[in-house]
């Protein structure tokens, strides 16, 4: 009678036992030398938790054998055993795959399988592990205790049992554990954990030792000066305390832990040491509360030295809080002090001013950029590694983001800003500057598109669509994200990014720019899109290198690179103005419509009025929620334009997240064009602080008019305020980045409130205030047409056919038709 192996491995996963041993026992008798019925027999009995007789039973086979016999039968009986070790783990039911390998090894106690014991052991300690991420510590060190039963050496477990101590508070059997950790391997984790056990203890003096250890051996472990210093501060040994954050201070300006700054603040107030003063001005830098820090800072520098990382963060926090002459007076006394320091130097070429004061200051500060770009490219070219790496410090601190807001064409300047950080990055990084050619197998495969982003979660939202709506069969999307933001974490279109790619890979805390150029080579891309290149400073320096074949840019920031490493421009058919293939270093794409598929959002409807905002029913309310550095000064008065024809208009801005002083410097701003009109800008104009999205949402659904800003246009807001149907005015001009409201009102085929000069756009914007039935109207031709900027295919058949016509590849696309 043939063993029927399907139905007695069913029964045994049901654990319907004694229904498998009637059966097994009934065809031993009726075959007596089918040797597999009795491995099964005993496996079922084992399973029992009936050992002895199992080992009874498969030993009573062994015995009656010959020496030869009993050689090759004990090899089929551990065969099947290993077996059913490998798919009980593949089962996860760890507890019968132990139970099965500890009986081999009663068998034949000089059995070695180093791959299986090496799977048990490792699933084993996936087990333990979850219960000890469940807080079930009892648990997961029965499970530790099984694996030391199997190999007492597994360090990995030894620490971790000394952790489910730990937390149980049993110290001492925390301590023992540990010990044994360290005796096999004497890392810093395990004189990590030591250090937190005999704190515990209250035993300080070999706890500070434990933590010495761990900073000698892993200079790298921020948590041990953490813990280090938070002992000192508890024994009031504020001296050495403030040594541990001040050497915490120089790895990691991520001082993102409260209690360590309330340390700080509360030794501060006993005494006003230096390092204290200091470390409370690098936790303000790098919350971005900048005002304080520079009042730490300066009050550091009266009894103290510069040195190079204070005098670029007091630079950078001057140039934030918009002192732009105190931040150039700053950086250049520092520079005789440190004449040849290319970090300061590269720091000082880039200062700009946050919001400019007066029309006349954009030229004076976009001269003296020019010219001392000019002078880094004539005079300070690095040519040593060293030199190279301290210039990219400086980039680093300051690139050429506030460039843009100027309203000019950027191109001249971007090439020469291009030309200098690529040759740095030539002597820094030569591996990553090599020009890169198509594989020769791209007509037998997909093509590999890469994305790198600092911001998926916001700026993301443009161009989630092309991963959404792109032939997966044409296409693998690979996603690097540099957001730094922990993998798990859920974020709504960061997640879509991961949905919709091939790949995606995180930037971790540890990694730098280096192991995200060895990643994006490994992945072998044929194409890699950078959109925020002077938006983001870790995604600018890429612009700058040769990573992949083809490399792109697109209009999250809507300015050339000027690199010569970029290939192509994204851009959009409707924001492009005619003469726009001059405004661009590499070759301009028109996408069709806006470019991106632009997704329809919810947007949340607070139970919020208008007087939670501090703004009067009886208001006509133009939203003006654009950042302010976008608002240039020859554009003021338009604002005081509008307002002289009734004083119910309210004009209303968004403060600025860096510092009251980039608000006030708007303010005096609109106090002077007010008056030239003979008006108080306080009647006419209301400051909102920093809103979060459900806030900023409410308040577009509460404003009568969009108004849009002159040289920058509004993007996000934009379609923000289509969605809530808001009137829209817009005043299109030379350069694509003050088109994006024109192209979507184009779209919509709602030209109305698009002007043609200065004159009309204050015209409309009066008409809208002072015609409600007007307004009306166009709210309602937005609600009946928004639908046609949403979910845009068009542009993904433009973009898949660049796709393929950049990598020479042959295509033939068809529309994608809509859902």
Do not use: E, M, W
């Given at each position: 009678m043939t063993l029927d192996i399907e139905q007695i491995n069913g029964l045994i996963d049901a654990e319907d036992y004694e229904r498998v041993i009637a059966i097994l026992e009934k065809q031993i008798d009726e075959d007596p030398t089918n040797l597999e019925l009795y491995w099964y027999l005993g496996l079922v009995y084992l399973l029992q938790e009936s050992e002895e007789l199992a080992q009874e039973i498969w030993l009573s086979i062994l015995l009656q054998g010959t020496i030869e016999e009993v050689e090759q039968w004990t090899i089929e009986l551990i065969n099947f055993l290993e077996i059913k070790v490998k798919e009980n783990i593949t089962i996860k039911k760890i507890g019968y795959a132990k139970i099965i390998y500890e009986n081999i090894l009663v068998i034949q106690p000089e059995y070695e399988n180093a791959e299986l014991l090496s799977d048990l052991m490792n699933f084993l300690y996936k087990l333990g592990t979850s219960y000890g991420l469940q807080q079930e510590y009892e648990k997961a060190i029965i499970?530790?205790?099984?694996?030391?039963?199997?190999?007492?050496?597994?360090?990995?477990t030894w620490h971790s049992v000394a952790l489910c101590f730990y937390h149980l508070e049993n110290y001492p059997e925390a301590e023992s554990a540990i010990l044994k950790a360290l005796e096999k391997d004497a890392s810093s984790d395990n004189y990590y954990g030591l250090g937190l056990i005999l704190d515990k203890q209250q035993n300080y003096s070999n706890a500070i030792d434990a933590y010495n250890k761990v900073i000698n051996l892993d200079p790298n472990f921020l948590n041990a000066y953490i813990a280090l210093g938070n002992l000192y501060y508890q024994q009031e040994d504020f001296e050495n305390a403030l040594d541990c954050y001040h050497r915490l201070l120089k790895k990691s300006h991520k001082l993102g832990q409260p209690h360590i700054k309330n340390n700080v603040k509360e030794i501060f107030k006993i005494k006003k040491y230096p390092k204290a003063t200091l470390y409370l001005g690098y936790i303000?830098?790098?919350?971005?509360?900048?005002?304080k820090a520079i009042d730490y800072f300066e009050e550091y520098l009266i009894d103290a030295k510069l040195d190079i990382e204070l005098c670029l963060s007091l630079g950078?926090?001057?140039?934030?809080?918009?002192?732009?002459v105190r931040a150039i007076e700053f950086i250049e006394q520092s520079l005789t002090v440190f004449p040849e320091d290319l970090a300061l130097r590269t720091f000082n070429q880039s200062i700009l001013p946050v919001v400019f004061e007066n029309d006349e200051d954009i030229q004076f500060y976009r001269n003296r950029y020019s010219s001392l770009l000019t002078e880094l490219l004539d005079q300070y070219l690095p040519s040593t590694l060293d030199k190279a790496n301290e210039a990219f410090v400086g980039i680093n601190k300051n690139n050429s983001f506030y460039l843009a807001y100027q309203g000019q064409n950027d191109l001249t300047i971007q090439k020469k800003y291009s030309t200098y950080l690529h040759s740095i990055l030539k002597v820094a990084y030569p591996q990553f500057c090599q020009n890169k050619i198509l594989s020769s197998d791209i007509n037998q495969r997909k093509i590999r598109v890469g994305f790198v982003s600092q911001h998926l979660d916001g700026l993301g939202q443009l161009y989630i669509g092309w991963l959404k709506y792109s032939d997966k069969e044409k296409f693998d999307f690979y996603i690097y994200d540099l957001s730094r933001i922990e993998p798990e974490k859920s974020e709504p279109t960061r997640d879509k990014f991961k949905q919709y790619s091939h790949q995606m890979w995180y930037l971790d805390k540890d990694d730098n720019l280096i192991d995200l150029c060895r990643k994006i080579e490994f992945d072998q891309l044929d194409i890699l899109i950078m959109p925020e290149?002077?938006?983001?400073?870790?995604v600018?320096?890429?612009s700058c290198l040769r990573l992949a074949p083809v490399q792109c840019t697109t209009w999250a920031h809507p300015v050339t690179s000027g690199s010569p490493c970029v290939d192509y421009f994204l851009s959009s058919d409707l924001m492009e103005p005619e003469d726009g293939d001059q405004h661009y270093s590499e070759k301009l794409i028109r996408l069709p419509n806006l470019a991106f598929p632009i997704s329809k959002r919810k947007y949340p409807r607070l139970e919020k009025r208008r007087s939670d905002y501090e703004i009067g029913e009886e208001k006509i309310v133009y939203w003006c929620c654009q950042s302010l550095f976008k608002y240039l000064p020859q554009h003021d008065y338009i604002f005081a334009s509008i307002a002289q024809y009734s004083d119910k208009f309210l004009f209303v801005f968004i403060e600025s997240d860096h510092s009251p002083i980039v608000t006030n410097t708007f303010r005096n701003r609109l106090k002077l064009a007010f008056s030239k009109f003979n008006?108080?800008?306080?009647?006419?104009?209301?400051?909102?602080?920093?809103?979060n999205?459900?806030?900023?949402s409410r308040v577009t659904q509460l404003v009568d008019i969009f108004l849009d800003c002159l040289s920058w246009s509004g993007g996000f807001t934009t379609m923000e305020a289509i969605s809530n149907e808001l009137p829209i005015v817009t005043l299109p001009d030379k350069l694509m980045r003050a088109r994006h409201s024109y192209a979507i009102l184009k779209m919509l085929d709602l030209t109305v409130t698009i002007a043609s000069n200065e004159n009309e756009y204050i015209n409309i914007a009066v008409r809208l205030g002072l015609d409600a039935s007007w307004r009306q109207s166009i709210k309602d031709r937005i609600k009946v047409n928004k639908y046609r900027i949403f979910e845009d295919r068009e542009c993904i058949v433009g973009l898949e056919q660049f796709f393929l016509e950049a990598t020479n590849k042959e295509h033939n696309i068809i529309p994608i038709l809509s859902q």
């Open positions: 499970v530790y205790s099984d694996i030391l039963n199997l190999n007492s050496s597994h360090n990995h303000n830098y790098a919350s971005d509360n900048y005002d950078q926090s001057y140039v934030r809080t918009n002192q732009t290149i002077a938006v983001s400073a870790r600018g320096p890429l008006l108080n800008y306080k009647s006419y104009c209301h400051f909102l602080p920093r809103l999205k459900s806030d900023f």
